[in-house]
């Protein structure tokens, strides 16, 4: 698979969003979840991304299971800064330097490795600033238990006080045909300092493969309705009739609606990193393959015209993102 750099961390194009094998999209499979891996690997696929907060905890134990005897085979990504609790329950935003180095050591011990690639502070909490956070991210650097510090959610100020303070790889927002409002100042910011971009939900959690028409579609268990206000009633099918314009372009190009999306993805720089996610074997090399799905100009222009942002905040609070 072709590599890409994020600043001074060079990793596959694509890279595989662990979270769904554990929660949010339904009941998880981990024999599957860990077959898709290995395939992931397998295929040059080998950008892996979780967080502590996914199961609550599960999702690293679950990727430490799966890249036991290849971890020179992975570049790993995870976050600290959602706290939860083992049961499930929220405690907050946590920036405050004792809990970054708390959370590492621990996600060291359930990933079962004695070093994380990429460690991201996953949302920002703006009660701490956030040269205390980085600073403590700084000091786990020089410890030798991260080796690049990223962000995810991240508004403009808050990316150069942190890139001030260390040099910072990577920021990781959601992005795709459905989410392009970080085209308005973040892309520009991450770009004037050299940062790389992680794009999150590239597949606009489903959505866009073409695959979810309704309700029903979802899984048992499954909390995209209630958590992101595109799924609910209101925005349903007016975002389905975005879909629809992007299968009109994928049954040209004899590709899924899904490759298309990623393809749009990789085609905004070489300096984007696209993580779809999947818990099933046949999405991961569907999703793969979008590597090789290639939009000319007229396809750039045409998607742009015709499948603007998704009905819908991404977030039912979005007080959390672009801090």
């Given at each position: 698979?072709?590599?890409?750099?994020?600043?001074?961390?060079?990793?596959?194009?694509?890279?595989?969003?662990?979270?769904?094998?554990?929660?949010?999209?339904?009941?998880?499979?981990?024999?599957?979840?860990?077959?898709?891996?290995?395939?992931?690997?397998?295929?040059?696929?080998?950008?892996?991304?979780?967080?502590?907060?996914?199961?609550?905890?599960?999702?690293?134990?679950?990727?430490?299971?799966?890249?036991?005897?290849?971890?020179?085979?992975?570049?790993?990504?995870?976050?600290?800064?959602?706290?939860?609790?083992?049961?499930?329950?929220?405690?907050?935003?946590?920036?405050?330097?004792?809990?970054?180095?708390?959370?590492?050591?621990?996600?060291?011990?359930?990933?079962?490795?004695?070093?994380?690639?990429?460690?991201?502070?996953?949302?920002?909490?703006?009660?701490?600033?956030?040269e205390e956070t980085v600073g403590a991210?700084?000091?786990?650097?020089?410890?030798?238990?991260?080796?690049?510090?990223?962000?995810?959610?991240?508004?403009?100020?808050?990316?150069?006080?942190?890139?001030?303070?260390?040099?910072?790889?990577?920021?990781?927002?959601?992005?795709?045909?459905?989410?392009?409002?970080?085209?308005?100042?973040?892309?520009?910011?991450?770009?004037?300092?050299?940062?790389?971009?992680?794009?999150?939900?590239?597949?606009?959690?489903?959505?866009?493969?073409?695959?979810?028409?309704?309700?029903?579609?979802?899984?048992?268990?499954?909390?995209?309705?209630?958590?992101?206000?595109?799924?609910?009633?209101?925005?349903?099918?007016?975002?389905?009739?975005?879909?629809?314009?992007?299968s009109e372009l994928a049954h040209q190009?004899?590709?899924?609606?899904?490759?298309?999306?990623?393809?749009?993805?990789?085609?905004?720089?070489?300096?984007?990193?696209?993580?779809?996610?999947?818990?099933?074997?046949?999405?991961?090399?569907?999703?793969?393959?979008?590597?090789?799905?290639?939009?000319?100009?007229?396809?750039?222009?045409?998607?742009?015209?015709?499948?603007?942002?998704?009905?819908?905040?991404?977030?039912?609070?979005?007080?959390?993102?672009?801090?």
């Amino acid at each position: 698979m072709e590599q890409r750099s994020l600043r001074d961390l060079t990793v596959s194009a694509l890279g595989l969003g662990c979270m769904g094998m554990s929660e949010f999209y339904g009941a998880g499979d981990d024999a599957e979840s860990i077959a898709v891996i290995h395939r992931a690997l397998d295929l040059g696929c080998t950008f892996l991304d979780t967080a502590d907060i996914y199961g609550p905890f599960t999702n690293e134990r679950l990727v430490g299971q799966a890249i036991a005897g290849r971890r020179d085979e992975v570049t790993l990504a995870t976050k600290f800064g959602n706290e939860r609790r083992e049961d499930g329950s929220w405690v907050g935003i946590n920036g405050r330097p004792d809990y970054v180095r708390a959370a590492c050591d621990a996600s060291l011990d359930r990933l079962g490795v004695d070093h994380i690639d990429l460690y991201y502070q996953h949302r920002v909490d703006n009660q701490v600033p956030i040269e205390e956070t980085v600073g403590a991210m700084a000091e786990l650097v020089e410890a030798g238990k991260i080796r690049h510090l990223g962000l995810s959610e991240a508004g403009p100020t808050t990316i150069r006080r942190a890139d001030a303070t260390h040099p910072i790889t990577a920021l990781q927002s959601e992005y795709s045909l459905f989410t392009r409002d970080v085209e308005d100042e973040i892309l520009s910011t991450v770009r004037e300092l050299g940062i790389g971009f992680v794009a999150y939900s590239p597949l606009g959690r489903g959505l866009l493969t073409g695959t979810i028409r309704s309700a029903a579609d979802l899984p048992e268990g499954d909390t995209r309705q209630r958590r992101f206000p595109r799924f609910g009633e209101k925005h349903f099918d007016r975002n389905l009739a975005l879909v629809d314009a992007v299968s009109e372009l994928a049954h040209q190009k004899h590709c899924t609606p899904g490759q298309i999306a990623i393809a749009w993805v990789l085609a905004q720089g070489q300096d984007i990193v696209p993580i779809p996610g999947t818990k099933r074997l046949k999405f991961l090399e569907e999703n793969i393959a979008a590597a090789a799905v290639t939009l000319d100009a007229g396809d750039l222009a045409w998607l742009d015209d015709n499948v603007g942002p998704a009905s819908g905040d991404r977030y039912a609070d979005m007080g959390t993102v672009n801090r």
